[in-house]
T-cell receptor, first 115, second 116 residues
Framework: GAVVSQHPSWVICKSGTSVKIECRSL??????MFWYRQFPKQSLMLMAT?????????EQGVEKDKFLINHASLTLSTLTVTSAHPEDSSFYIC???????????FGPGTRLTVT | AQKITQTQPGMFVQEKEAVTLDCTYD???????LFWYKQPSSGEMIFLIY??????QNATEGRYSLNFQKARKSANLVISASQLGDSAMYFC?????????????FGKGTSLLVTP
């Protein structure tokens, strides 16, 4: 099956710093990528939809200036958490859509801890 | 409004027994897809099974089957012959039509524990 990678798999950063998370589709071109956030023992919540070459579409309540998304190519989308705070600590998962059937492939996730 | 409802926060099942995880959904779209994912403690989302709204037969994938009752808007996951490795969180999700951009709406999940 198609493979989506995320880097880093985990990161610890200090409050006020910025963190960049990469999402790559390794063996297919992803027209659309999604970023989800999952707090402990909760469900995945869609943060934004990222289309190659255009601005991301953010879900209601998600600050676009805080969570910067760049979909620079058909195989790479990045999520930058700017001025991170402890409440941003979460599990961030990306997914990518490819192929005619619009099947969605998930990355392994990135665990962010802000101290 | 919640589009996917999973009413069982936690379930126990004995090894080798079958278990049903409930999922109901809400949509006005005629074309939609229903998914089940397994999430072990590692966090990765493992795709289990898919049911399209126009599929007349219930989907099956090995020990997983989806009991699709369209009129009741339910899409329950049945795991037969449970194994210890089945212990994980299970999420039901729905993808609506093209206007949704193909994003998935997830339920709150059910934590399944398989006991020896």
């Amino acid at each position: 099956g198609a493979v989506v990678s995320q880097h880093p798999s985990w990161v610890i950063c200090k409050s006020g710093t910025s963190v960049k998370i990469e999402c790559r589709s390794l063996d297919f071109q992803a027209t659309t990528m999604f970023w989800y956030r999952q707090f402990p023992k909760q469900s995945l919540m869609l943060m934004a939809t990222s289309n190659e070459g255009s601005k991301a579409t953010y879900e209601q309540g998600v600050e676009k200036d805080k969570f910067l998304i760049n979909h620079a190519s058909l195989t790479l989308s990045t999520l930058t958490v700017t001025s991170a705070h402890p409440e941003d600590s979460s599990f961030y998962i990306c997914s990518a859509i490819g192929g005619d059937n619009h099947e969605q492939y998930f990355g392994p996730g990135t665990r962010l801890t802000v101290t | 409004a919640q589009k996917i409802t999973q009413t069982q926060p936690g379930m126990f099942v004995q090894e080798k027994e079958a278990v049903t995880l409930d999922c109901t959904y809400d949509t006005s779209d005629q074309s939609y897809g229903l998914f089940w994912y397994k999430q072990p403690s590692s966090g990765e989302m493992i795709f289990l099974i898919y049911q399209g709204s126009y599929d007349e037969q219930n989907a099956t994938e090995g020990r997983y089957s989806l009991n699709f009752q369209k009129a009741r808007k339910s899409a329950n996951l049945v795991i037969s012959a449970s194994q210890l490795g089945d212990s994980a969180m299970y999420f039901c999700a729905m993808r609506e039509g093209i206007d949704s951009g193909y994003a998935l709406n997830f339920g709150k999940g059910t934590s399944l524990l398989v006991t020896p």
